[in-house]
């Protein structure tokens, strides 16, 4: 079996020796070059794969590359059919991830500026210039001086410009500080004076070429007129796929991978898992299909125990979580009630409906509209259909967002209610496995009492549910279903574990009840629910399952226990 491509992002060396199991994407090359512009950002969410796009490009029309075309691009698309601009350019490649936002601005100023130092280096080393040329580059201690001084002695060369991760430190500025934020980026700041050299370059002729890779377009909006030279092509329909792979390319992978190892396991069912977990996302309206998290499914495969054919334990890969779990701060940009009550409705309904922005102004108040917009960048939604116009209906795109989701909500509910949860909740979860079930049902309780008297809207059976899974959420132990399909039929809360070794799994049905009066018809139908669950192969199957009757009031939360 070949190597799967996870935490790697250099095209050559993933082609060098063919070791690798690549996905091919090189057609894109042509379709870009097609559409007559010069200088494009291409945005998506975290981890889905631009990375190794933007290697691709680098390789592609590096002059220095030449000589190895054929040995790594021969059997890809744009191998088979190079464009005459293959291996034209020199390429000047920044990238502006890492920096670190927690020591303040002065050592924001100074990784920048050693970026900006290396990258120039780099150039000027591989394409032959002189040692002092680059020696001096040490006296210069500004990003745009550096730049300036950079385009004056390459004033001949024809250049593909590179940039990964344009706004990844400015978004995690954003997240702690507007005032800093709009410091480096707005008229003035370090940040765009960057930028605003790069675009006279563009203009003189130098940077034939650009392409940009980032997550959000709120750093380019806020840069306006210092850099409005390039085409935004994210929500384009030709290239909803460029980044993320298709159903088709996670088939091939699976086939490559899994299927050819592991011949005898259930297919439909491990399809239909990963596509629960990964897939989703929809960048244009108009396109043909839903792109999964690329990223994500080569972690799967990769982390896949190949020796019993069972599926990894922990279906999101930690580094990815800590991603999504920093921009999340960004959550609080604007109106941060407004934004609660959205993330609750989000959460609750998994539909929210509003309009794409077309570009921030963060100078006026940060709006409805603004917020969807940031959270469809990040991947936190994604466009379930259309209303009319430009007014979508939005969803949370998979799974693996939605446990996102839940662990965010519990630490809301947390801060805006002096609640304790966190510090806690991991060994609340672990007496649950062990088959204590009190804890976790003390805690729950406190939440709904106290949650259910302070909502001056009437708590509803959906709180009770989004409540009661926010705080499993944080069991990374168990696969945690909402509402499965099983045989037709839909419990409310199914607990799994994900090692063979865990104590018990658990199968919970909700109920809500308003007053005394309708608690027991409430109780008989959910025991009754529970007992037609019992009855289903797909439940019978499950080993060790303690099934368990929620009914919540604004007193809290009664356990139920329905014997098998």
């Known amino acids: 079996m070949k190597k799967i491509i996870y935490g790697n992002s250099n095209f050559r060396k993933i082609k060098i020796n063919n070791d690798y199991l690549y996905i091919d994407k090189t057609y894109y090359i042509e379709k870009l070059e097609k559409l007559n512009e010069d200088f494009l950002i291409f945005l998506r969410p975290r981890r889905f794969g631009k990375s190794l796009f933007l290697s691709t490009l680098q390789y592609y029309y590096d002059e220095n590359s030449a000589d190895e075309f054929e040995q790594i691009f021969s059997d890809t698309y744009i191998g088979k059919n190079p464009t005459p601009l293959k291996n034209s350019y020199k390429i000047l490649f920044f990238e502006f991830s890492g920096i670190n936002v927690d020591a303040g601005i002065e050592e924001i100023y100074e990784r920048f500026t050693f970026k900006t130092r290396i990258s120039i280096g780099r150039y000027l080393n591989n394409y032959g210039y002189k040692k002092e040329d680059i020696e001096k580059l040490e006296l210069i201690n500004s990003p745009s001086s550096l730049m300036e001084y950079f385009f004056k002695i390459v004033e001949d060369d024809r250049i593909y410009l590179l940039i990964d991760e344009y706004d990844q430190f400015a978004n995690a ?74 159903q088709t390319e996670v088939n091939y992978s ?109 100078n006026r108040e940060f709006d409805n509209n603004d917020f969807i917009t940031l959270i469809y960048s990040m991947g936190f939604i994604t466009i379930k259909d259309r209303l009319f116009g430009k007014v979508y209906n939005f969803e949370i795109p998979n799974y693996v967002i939605k446990i996102l989701y839940f662990n965010y909500f519990a630490v809301e509910i947390e801060r805006r209610n002096d609640l304790e949860i966190i510090s806690s909740i991991g060994e609340i979860l672990l007496d649950l496995a062990m088959g204590d079930i009190e804890p976790f049902k003390n805690q729950l309780s406190e939440v709904i009492h106290t949650l259910s008297n302070r909502d001056h809207y009437g708590f509803r059976e959906k709180h009770f549910q989004v409540i009661t899974l926010s705080l499993l959420s944080f ?90």
């Open 254 to 362: 699976l086939e490559q991978s899994i299927f050819k190892i592991c011949q005898n396991i259930n297919r439909e069912e491990l399809l239909e898992k990963i596509k629960s977990w990964y897939n989703g996302y929809l960048f244009n309206i108009k396109a043909d299909e839903r792109v999964y998290n690329a990223t994500l499914v080569n972690y799967f495969i990769s982390k896949f125990d190949y020796d019993d054919c069972t599926r990894p334990q922990n279906m999101l890969d930690i580094n990815v979580a800590s991603d999504y779990k920093a921009i999340m701060r960004l959550f609080h940009l604007g109106n941060n009630q407004k934004n609660y009550k959205l993330l609750q409705q989000l959460i609750e309904n998994n539909s929210i409906r509003g309009i794409i922005k077309e570009r921030y102004d963060l």
């Open 173 to 246: 500025i954003l997240a702690y500080s507007m005032q800093d934020f709009l410091k480096i980026v707005g008229k003035g700041g370090f940040v765009r004076s960057f930028y605003e050299v790069l675009k006279t370059a563009t203009l003189l002729g130098t940077v034939q070429k650009m392409f940009i890779t980032g997550v959000t377009p709120i750093t380019l909006d806020s840069l306006s007129s210092g850099f409005n030279i390039v085409s935004n092509i994210s929500n384009d329909e030709s290239f909803n796929a460029m980044a993320g792979f298709t």
């Open 475 to 564: 069991a990374e132990f168990y696969f945690i279903e909402s509402q499965p399909e099983k045989d037709r039929k839909y419990p409310d809360i199914l607990l799994t574990g994900k090692d063979d070794k865990v104590p018990n799994n658990y199968l919970f049905e909700l109920k809500w009840v308003k007053d005394k009066d309708n608690y027991k018809s409430k109780k008989q139908e959910g025991i009754e629910q529970i007992r037609g669950y019992l009855e289903l192969k797909t439940i019978k199957a499950i080993p060790k399952l303690r099934n368990y009757l929620l009914i919540g009031s604004k007193d809290g939360v009664e356990f139920v226990l329905v014997d098998s």
